[in-house]
């Protein structure tokens, strides 16, 4: 079974800095893998998605790497705001489109 | 409205009774996912509708679960028997082109958060 790893759970950083969030998974047999966000009170929210063919998908301030083979995925996030501050969720998901695996999360505090 | 819906917002419901939830996805979106967050259990990927092909079933966590599309636009999941153990949020999201479209962004509704005393 896939599993995927978030690290690290929880992050606190002042604002301005670059940042890297890590996701891992076991299994390289994927479809593609996709970061979303998470605020409170707010739902949440696809960030990037990333086909198992690519390496790496941009948007706006944020770029989001894949290398398949070691089963590891980034999230770089370019100087940071408070209104960065989520918890932010990779998963993988399958090539039959059946299954998502949800990491644990990291949580951002981006402080002013 | 222009985003996606879900109703009931609340639900609370007695061990062993049957809920329906419902979702209403973004008009014209081909794509629609179901999932639910637990305490302490994090997000959990249910069923993915891709426009009117059958989904799979499997990642549904029992088969109490079972969930339905009409017309490749709102969705129904049904709960029956529910369990304690059920009780979460449950998210829909829908998307224009679904998994199999490339880079496709999914649009989250609300959630029902669902209640089993």
């Known amino acids: 079974k896939q599993e995927v790893t978030q690290i690290p759970a929880a992050l606190s950083v002042p604002e301005g800095e670059n940042l890297v969030l890590n996701c891992s998974f076991t299994d390289s047999a994927i479809y593609n893998l996709q970061w979303f966000r998470q605020d409170p009170g707010k739902g949440l929210t696809s960030l990037l998605l990333i086909q198992s063919s690519q390496r790496e998908q941009t948007s706006g301030r944020l770029n989001a790497s894949l290398d398949k083979s070691s089963g590891r995925s980034t999230l770089y996030i370019a100087a940071s705001q408070p209104g960065d501050s989520a918890t932010y969720l990779c998963a993988v998901i399958e090539h039959n489109f059946n299954k998502f695996y949800f990491g644990s999360g990291t949580k951002l505090n981006v402080k002013p | 409205g222009a985003g996606v819906s879900q109703s009931p917002s609340n639900k609370v419901t007695e061990k062993g009774k049957d809920v329906e939830l419902r979702c209403d996805p973004i008009s014209g979106h081909t794509a629609l996912y179901w999932y639910r967050q637990s305490l302490g259990q994090g997000l959990e990927f249910l069923i993915y509708f891709q426009g009117n092909s059958a989904p799979d079933k499997s990642g549904l966590p029992s088969d109490r679960f079972s969930a339905e599309r009409t017309g490749g636009s709102v969705s129904t999941l049904t709960i029956q028997r529910t369990q304690q153990e059920d009780s979460a949020v449950y998210l829909c999201?829908?998307?224009?082109?679904?998994?199999?479209?490339?880079?496709?962004?999914?649009?989250f509704g609300p959630g029902t958060r669902l209640t089993v005393l």
């Open positions: 999201a829908s998307s224009l082109a679904g998994l199999a479209g490339g880079s496709d962004t999914q649009y």
